[in-house]
């Protein structure tokens, strides 16, 4: 009993430090926001749609794929992530989430939020955790340390009268 107590305090202090560093304010971003996302680890590849909003005090991330359907529904609320709908929590969407708001800070409040970031000519790094190169304003391939790369590119709002 003493075996298994240790061992789900033990995933839990780890699920805790996995979590994905987020600044203590949100950063000055141009919303709404509408990105596509390919997805690219070894031969697979996936293409999403993500929309970033403004909601309320927080951030309302909603990422669909190419047949319409939710894959990630998310707000970013006093640095906080809170689920968005019905959708079961999703890590992976949430670290991706997070290390684009890391790459969409702008370079004036960057040092200010994210005090660790290095950055050099065209490319920004977080640790070990996170690495962006920018190709042009918000065009970024985005370089996780679980071997994931996302091709980001922004596509243009439409805002209806």
């Given at each position: ?47 999403w749609l993500l ?77 070990e955790r996170w ?31």
């Open positions: 009993m003493k075996r298994l107590l240790w061992l789900a305090c033990a995933l839990l202090l780890s699920a805790c430090a996995a979590r994905p560093p987020l600044p203590a304010r949100l950063p000055e971003l141009a919303l709404p926001m509408q990105l596509h996302v390919q997805r690219l680890q070894g031969s697979e590849r996936q293409d929309v970033i909003q403004q909601q309320d005090a927080g951030l309302r991330w909603s990422m669909i794929d190419p047949l319409g359907i939710p894959v990630a529904r998310q707000l970013l609320v006093n640095g906080q992530w809170q689920a968005d709908g019905l959708l079961p929590p999703n890590p992976a969407a949430r670290e991706l989430f997070a290390a684009l708001l890391f790459a969409l800070t702008n370079q004036q409040q960057l040092s200010s939020m994210y005090p660790s970031a290095t950055t050099a000519g065209q490319t920004r790094q977080l640790g690495a962006v190169r920018y190709r042009a304003g918000d065009d970024l391939t985005l370089t996780l340390a679980q071997g994931l790369r996302y091709e980001i590119s922004p596509l243009p709002v439409e805002v209806s009268p």
